[in-house]
């Protein structure tokens, strides 16, 4: 699947997030586990791709970013706690650090106000991701790609694998921070089996469902992406709407042995 074939796609078809929203923005009590997971795998790869391009800065992609606004974070021992790390926080630390530009997506209008507020000066703006497939060459130019993918949820018009796919392609060095949430998966799943439900809506959703069934399985997330490894969390449940799997997909991951 390429950009050109992807852009001409109509993404205004958006499914509802069943996890819940501060002002649209994706964020629980215990959000804070994700991001430090995703900080984990940025500092597995980051060293790695920033050594192997000396001089060159590389290209750090937050495909669902928020308001990027802190919101408190528990303090599970005397050494951690105090505010949440957003990923947009987290990818430009990381950029500034190794040498990277951000560019930061977010398809809601008020979220992205506050995100221009705030990381305007720092980062590239974007709203819906869809806009990435419209600078391909751009993407194509840089010499290592990290793109993290924490959507509210598992459609293609809010997850946006097929855009991943076609940076996939674009640039083969690139490599996908991926939450994904098994519990709004599998409830779609189950949406009207337990009754044998016949109305029309339970009956639409039970035709869609096997779309998406492959997400909960990380070997697939690879094979869709082209890639070579992938590393993996336990599923956690971070609250009754989010059980979230994060997921490192990569031709390369740095001291991981399958």
């Known amino acids: 699947m390429t950009f050109a074939s992807i852009a001409n796609h109509s993404y205004a078809r958006q499914s509802v997030s069943q996890h819940k929203h501060s002002g649209g923005v994706g964020r ?19 060293p790695v791709l920033s050594k192997r391009s000396p001089g060159l800065r590389g290209l750090i992609i937050d495909m669902h970013a928020g308001d990027g606004e802190a919101t408190p ?12 790390i957003t990923t947009p926080h987290l990818a430009i630390a990381m950029a500034e650090k190794w040498r990277a530009d951000v560019w930061l997506c977010e398809r809601s209008h008020a979220p992205r106000k506050a995100l221009r507020s705030n ?3 720092r980062a590239r703006i974007f709203g819906n991701h869809h806009q990435l497939l419209n600078h391909a060459d751009e993407i194509r130019s840089y010499p290592w790609v990290i793109v993290i993918n924490d959507p509210n949820g598992h459609s293609d018009a809010s997850n946006g694998v097929s855009v991943m796919q076609a940076i996939a392609e ?8 991926i939450v994904c949430n098994h519990r709004s998966i599998r409830r779609h799943l189950g949406v009207g089996k337990k009754d044998n439900s016949k109305v029309p809506l339970a009956l639409a959703v039970q035709a869609t469902a096997g779309k998406y069934e492959w ?4 070997d697939n997330w690879k094979e869709r992406l082209g890639k070579r490894q992938v590393m993996a969390t336990e599923p956690m449940t971070l609250s009754p709407e989010m059980t979230a799997q994060v997921l490192l997909v990569s031709n390369f991951i740095p001291g991981y042995r399958p």
């Open 28 to 46: 629980c009590r215990k959000s804070f586990w994700k991001h430090d997971e995703i900080k984990k795998y940025l500092g597995r790869l980051l």
């Open 73 to 84: 974070h528990p303090q599970p021992d005397m050494f951690a706690g105090g505010a949440l």
């Open 119 to 121: 990381y305007g000066g």
């Open 170 to 177: 674009t640039n083969p060095v690139s490599d996908f921070i």
């Open 215 to 218: 997400m909960l399985t990380p």
